[in-house]
């Protein structure tokens, strides 16, 4: 006898569920990200006019208005965060498709699935130090308005979370539970993995003390990005590199310092 499970009504039950909760909740998600797109429209215009009535007011005037541009710095954060919600909903944002565009049909909606749980985790691991930054920010004040800079900081754990519902409800309308669950997977497998060699990983790109033959390539990369720059920040890692002997073992010449011998010319 046929399991109850595994009968085909059942399978077809079962399928048939998954497409009537994916179509309604793309019915929500075009309500949702129409919302959000208002909102941003509306973001931009506040920053038209509060930028303009603020150069008029400074040049014109010459009665300038100290809020204007801690108020338009605000809204670009949450005009920034929102931009980023709809630009990730319209699948706007830069990616490389050179490759994903050769594959077949089935491959290019496994590699998506992928894609997007890479992006979805990304955003879950993102939101709760981007919620502790804001939360910290209540009892900052902002000198002009003498608001809480939490209405400033709150823009990026919002934008975060409206991200994560984009990419769940991107999931869902693959339409295919199957892919979806092995995207998935492999994502949960390669979090594990890393997550595993975290030990090892941890001390990657970290120079400690001059370099030594042997050392991480990212030191004697630094090395160069200061020759080339030759403007190292004071109280910065860079600015010991500067001098000592660790330059000859990378094969670029150390920057001439001029002293205050060298500008009398004695």
Known sequence: MRAVGNSPGAEASSGRWFEDTARILLTLENYFGSAIEIVAALLIAAEIVILFAGVISRYFLQEPLVWSDELASLLFLWLASLGAVVAFRRNEHMRMTA???????????????????????????????????????????????????????????????????????????IRNLTVVAVGLG?????????????????????????????????????????????????????????????????????????????????
């Open 99 to 173: 490759l994903v565009g050769m594959t077949s049909s089935r491959v290019r909606t496994f590699l998506e699935a992928i894609s997007i749980g890479a992006t979805l985790a990304f955003l879950l691991f993102m939101i709760e130090p981007a919620y502790e930054f804001a939360s910290e920010e209540i009892d900052v004040t902002t000198p002009a308005l003498e608001l809480s800079n939490a209405w400033r900081a709150a823009a990026l754990p919002i934008g975060l979370l409206l991200m994560a519902i984009v990419a769940v409800i991107q999931l869902i309308s």
């Open 186 to 266: 492999t994502v949960i497998l390669v979090i594990a993995i890393l997550a595993a060699l975290g030990p090892a990983l941890r001390g990657l790109g970290y120079r400690r003390g001059p370099w030594r033959p042997g050392s991480p390539p990212i030191a004697r990369w630094s090395k160069s990005l200061a020759v080339l720059v030759r403007r190292p920040c004071r109280n910065s890692r860079l600015t010991s590199l500067w001098s000592g002997p660790e330059w000859r073992g990378v094969g670029v010449p150390a920057p001439h310092r001029t002293t205050g011998r060298d500008q009398s010319g004695k």
